[in-house]
């Protein structure tokens, strides 16, 4: 039977849909089922003490503690690394053999498992440098996993400002400096903010690098030094040996519910740059 242009166009808007409110259904049961189990065993005092019988009562401060410190400081090293790369490659040189090299490096280093980060931060940070299993071997290792995010993020944030002001900057008497510091960053920030954003939700939720790298110690740490154990690498380790279900599910709430504060944190300053470019 052949379709008419309006009921093909009917067919793809409908199937579309479809497709968008399957995937939004798959999340919101995931989300809905973790919550549900979790948010009952949720409260000030789980929140505020300290792992009890290795996490079979008490609370979950020390990892929250662990978490803010690995992601915090990894997203603190990556980012001024991944942005200046960014600008370096899209303001500061002309398509090269070299910077073809640093994108096919960034996008390989992307698709690379996070074992294999964790082993390799593993081997080169806590053996080869002695750092240990610490939070600074951890964070380092992440660093280095979530740098391709903010380069490419942020590359692509830069390209998207209007070549015109450029040369209105320029036409101004503006430096190249001058002009991508207030001109081009000041336009690509949202963009940039975004690609972070998406960096510290990886980092915050990331278990198999941290696991081999910042270690999973339950006490505070006291110092980068101490080893530390995050809430991605509590909950598993509370589900995966079955220590405390109820516990495991209400780590999990709290790891969900920091990820969905940090994107709506992120979509709240993006829109309020957005309207001031406007």
């Known amino acids: 039977m052949k379709l008419t242009p309006a009921r093909s166009q009917c067919l793809a808007v409908s199937l579309m849909w479809s497709v968008a409110g399957i995937t939004i259904g798959m999340l919101i049961f995931v989300i809905g089922y973790i919550l549900a189990h979790g948010l009952p065993y949720l409260n000030l005092e789980f929140l505020t003490s300290a792992p009890l019988s290795m996490g079979r ?21 990556a980012a001024p690394i991944g942005v200046s790369t960014a600008i370096y490659l899209t303001e500061y040189t002309k398509a090269s053999r070299l910077t073809y090299l640093i994108r096919f490096g960034a996008d390989c280093l992307a698709g690379i498992p996070s074992i294999i980060f964790g082993l390799f931060g593993f ?3 806590v053996i080869t440098l002695g750092m240990g299993l610490s939070v600074l071997s951890g964070a380092l290792t992440l660093a280095i996993m979530v740098l391709p995010t ?11 400002v209007p070549y015109s002001y450029r040369e209105v900057s320029y036409g101004l008497g503006s430096t190249r400096w001058q002009m991508v510091t207030n001109v081009v960053l ?6 940039i903010c975004t690609g972070i954003v998406l960096s510290l939700g990886r980092s915050i939720s990331e278990t198999a690098a941290v696991m081999l790298t910042a270690g999973s110690a339950l006490k505070m740490p006291q110092s980068v030094m101490d080893s530390s154990r995050t809430l991605a690498l509590h909950f598993y380790i509370l589900s995966r040996e079955g220590i405390s279900m109820p516990n495991a599910y209400a780590t999990a709430s709290v790891l969900i519910l920091t990820i969905l504060g940090l994107n709506l944190a992120a979509y709240m300053l993006m829109r309020r740059f957005g309207v001031k470019e406007r």
């Open 150 to 160: 903010i380069i490419r993020t942020s590359e692509e944030a830069i390209r998207s």
């Open 123 to 125: 081997v080169f940070f």
């Open 186 to 191: 000041r336009s690509a920030l949202p963009g």
């Open 57 to 77: 009562k008490g609370g979950i401060f020390p990892m929250i503690i662990g978490t803010l410190m690995v992601a915090g400081l990894a997203v603190s090293i």
